[in-house]
């Protein structure tokens, strides 16, 4: 991957994220919050794919390299798409955002997944953002509430309403997590900004991050969790 246009820290999560559903070949896809595109983009290459997203802003920028259906919404258009009509469904940095209907959309994907589909959620660790408030921007009054568990704040998207993996489970049982893997335990601690735009220092954390997303430690206060879901 490489897109000038996209910050570093985004290039880089997406380039691990898909090469952790590098597995994902001639499948019928749903991406649900696709944002710009980027991701319903990269596995059309190969795979049939379905976008959805609510922000007409977003849309205005789609990435198009190749051919995917793009449709605008949320939850209802969710309810309208045809059962068991997918063998993946991404939902990355989504759910955080929309507290109140996520165990709606869940139960939703539960639905629109195939016997054996694979959901692919990426979601905000708590303790990573802990991790990053103290070491990084020393925001310790944030850092503690964060502790204390309220919400975070993300300057695009609004309050950030972290939940636990297993709450994946108790909104819909059907579904048994596969994998968990750590994603950005290392970068966002860097404090040298310059030295991100390195190919070699782009190449060296991809590989460091990929070698620690299994071991539970790291995971533990990574940044993110990648978690592949079964419908049993």
Sequence with gaps: MSNPTIPVWEHLQKQITWDQLSFLHNKNI????????LTADHF???????????????????VTDHTYTQLEGSL?????????SFDAILCHNVLEYAPEERPRI???FVRLLKPDGILSILKHNRAGRIMQMAVLLNQFDHANALLDGN??????????????????????PSLTI?????????WDLQQNQDIQSDPGWQQNMLD???????IPAFQAVAFFHHLLLRKN
């Design 30 to 37: 749903l991406d649900f919050g696709s944002g710009r595109g």
């Design 44 to 62: 059309a290459e190969d795979n049939q794919v379905t976008a959805i997203e609510p922000s007409t802003d977003m849309l205005k920028d789609r």
């Design 76 to 84: 209802s258009i969710l309810k309208t798409l045809p059962s068991e």
């Design 106 to 108: 869940v139960q939703e």
């Design 151 to 172: 919400c975070g704040q993300s300057a695009k998207f609004g309050a950030i309403s972290y939940y636990e993996d297993n709450d994946l489970l108790a909104w819909a």
């Design 178 to 186: 596969e994998t968990t893997l750590g994603m950005r335990t290392f």
């Design 208 to 214: 460091l991050e990929s070698r620690v997303s299994t």
